[in-house]
């Protein structure tokens, strides 16, 4: 699936900015964890930008968050290597039995995605003045960001050294800064 066409999928289903948002955020550092580990971009950023598809329809229901997005992706004619990683992306369903690098992924990705653009909103909605030591000094301040899990955030230091992780995540945000409203 082509990234235009994973936008147009998800903007079809998601109406708030903020979601939106979201989704793209997402799929901008799981495009960058996918190059770091030699996987497949184009592939993990689509599941990024798809991941929350379902999300207003269901009006935020998390014991139907991710399952009703499956069958979203699935009537769409969309495959199950994009589908199947949302599907199980709800950890309030599926807990913390994540074991491929693209289900750990996305669980970072979700979360760190947040904490760096909270970081960024700090200095002025700056991601250029966001840096590893700003991201790790806000990760162990519960109440900042307190949306975003630490818990998911550590599931990716199996994968990537946590430094590394942020880099990533900031640099890749820092590329889809417009489509966020950061400078």
Known sequence: MEKDEALALMQSHVK???LRGHCIATAAVMKGLAEELGEDAGLWEAIGI??????????????RHGLAGYDILKNAGVGDEIAGPIRRHNHMLFGDGYTSPVEI????????????IACAYVKGGNITEVSTKTVTKKYKTASFAAGCDRARIALGDELVPRDRMYEIAIREISLV????GLV
């Open 50 to 63: 798809l991941h929350d598809i379902d999300f207003e329809e269901i009006d935020e229901d998390m014991t």
């Open 16 to 18: 708030s900015d903020s």
């Open 177 to 180: 800064k417009d489509q966020l």
């Open 105 to 116: 992924s996305l669980q970072v990705a979700d979360s760190v995605s947040g904490l760096v």
